[in-house]
């Protein structure tokens, strides 16, 4: 699956990056030099649609993974009251408002403490992955079957339902006006 979506998805974004250096706002610019800015925006608006559930929880994942860290269990995040649950996102969605609004140093503060954070926690998932068999040496493999028949994707008609697919419409239709872009220059 990496290299059928993540290689291929990485060497189209580096490649329009290259293209439309100048380019302040990401996918919206590209679409717009590419399709015009009618579609431009149903690109930024899509964007900003699909992600708006992606991002309200956040907060939620981030109080279950502290859970987590101080309990070992999440039994008693799982039986907190929702609306305190709610109310603490809260206020932590208004906190980091509040932070971003400081200024762009606290961000690149905040994104060097959470890349660093992921390049560290990267590095030690390796070493817990070559270290697991030594440290439960009577675990049992599973097995995973990757014939060509589990690989396919079932279809199903529940997923026209959901945001996701306006973002794989605007995906498909941007990378269909680059090629249209790439075949008028020849």
């Known amino acids: ?3 059928l979506y993540f290689v291929p ?3 189209m974004v580096g ?5 439309f250096k100048e380019s302040e706002g990401g996918v919206s610019s590209w679409v717009d030099a590419t399709m015009g800015p009618k579609i431009a925006y149903y690109a930024g608006w899509t964007y900003w649609a699909c992600h708006v559930a992606y991002i309200s929880s956040k907060g939620t994942g981030g109080l279950r993974a502290l859970a987590w860290a101080v309990f070992q269990s999440v039994d008693k995040f799982d039986a907190m009251n929702t609306m305190l649950v709610q109310g603490v996102t809260f206020i932590l969605f208004v906190f980091f408002c509040w932070l971003a ?3 762009l140093s606290v961000l690149k503060l905040l994104a060097t403490i959470a890349g660093s954070t992921m390049f560290i926690m990267s590095i030690l998932y390796i070493l817990l992955m070559l270290a697991a068999p030594v440290l439960n040496p009577h675990a ?3 097995s995973v079957d990757l014939s060509f028949k ?5 279809f199903n008609v529940n997923y026209f339902t959901s945001l996701s697919i ?6 498909l239709s941007f990378c269909g006006g680059r090629l ?3 075949l008028a220059l020849r």
């Open 166 to 171: 306006l973002h794989f419409i605007i995906n």
């Open 150 to 154: 589990h690989l396919l994707p079932s």
């Open 101 to 103: 609004s400081r200024g």
């Open 15 to 19: 490649e329009l990056g290259a293209v």
């Open 180 to 182: 249209r872009e790439n």
């Open 1 to 3: 699956m990496f290299l």
């Open 140 to 142: 049992n493999l599973l």
């Open 9 to 11: 998805y990485a060497l």
